[in-house]
Structures are given as structure tokens and as C-alpha cells.
């Protein structure tokens, strides 16, 4: 599987962005994540979002993204998408999607994940 990351751009502080993550094959039934980086720092979990085998996908977000991020996917493009609302000058980062086949594992964990897109820089200006 590959990912490709889009989205990249600047936005001025309490804009939006839509990023996305297009996956060369079908990926229903993987676990997809977004984290970030900003400079100087470590890649941090942002949002993940899981196929939970009964009725659709359950969402986790990090508490610093919770009711601004919205993590969603359409299985029939193979694509995830990261909606950021309210954007905040400590938003700026690059935003990396990753990928894994569905089990037990920890979603918020780097390590968790075995696919990953190149990386897309977002800058937020205050």
C-alpha cells in the first residue's frame, strides 16, 4: 500500500484546511492515522480512524485537536481525510497519514503503523 498526502499550504490562524490521503489500493479494512511534526519536536498522534467490524468507524482524536479536527475516509476512493477547523498557530506542522491492517494494536503509537505517506506541511499564521 501507498500513501499519498495532499493539502499542503498556509492559513492564516481560525482557518480551515482539508487534508487528504489517497491509498493505491483498497483499504477497507485498515486502520488509518494522522500524526504530526513540527520542527524540533516528535511526530505526535493527531487522529485515527478504525473500521470496528459491526456497524462502521469509530473516531479518536488527541484532546488538543478534539471538536476542531474531523478525521473521516471514503472506502470507494481509498482516501482519508483530515478537516481542521479553527486552526491555531501551534497547528503548524508536517501532517503525516499512516495506515495498518486492522488488530490488536495501540492507534496512537508510531510504531503501530506500517504504511506512511510523505509528509504534507501546513502553516498556520497568527
Known amino acids: 500500500v501507498q500513501l499519498q498526502a495532499s493539502g499542503r499550504g498556509l492559513v492564516q490562524a481560525g482557518g480551515s484546511r482539508r487534508l487528504s490521503c489517497a491509498a493505491s489500493?483498497?483499504?477497507?479494512?485498515?486502520?488509518w492515522g494522522w500524526f504530526r511534526q513540527a520542527p524540533g519536536e516528535v511526530r505526535e498522534f493527531v487522529a485515527a480512524i478504525i473500521w470496528n467490524g459491526w456497524n462502521g468507524d469509530d473516531t479518536y482524536y488527541a484532546d488538543f485537536v478534539k471538536d476542531r479536527f474531523t478525521i473521516s475516509r471514503d472506502n470507494a476512493k481509498n482516501t482519508v481525510y483530515l478537516q481542521m477547523n479553527s486552526l491555531k498557530p501551534e497547528d503548524t506542522a508536517v501532517y503525516y497519514c499512516?495506515?495498518?491492517?486492522?488488530?490488536?494494536?495501540?492507534?496512537?503509537?508510531?510504531?503501530?503503523?506500517?504504511?506512511w505517506g510523505q509528509g504534507t506541511l501546513v502553516t498556520v499564521s497568527s
Open positions: 489500493g483498497s483499504t477497507f479494512t485498515y486502520a
Open positions: 499512516a495506515a495498518r491492517p486492522l488488530g490488536p494494536s495501540d492507534y496512537r503509537r508510531t510504531a503501530s503503523y506500517g504504511y
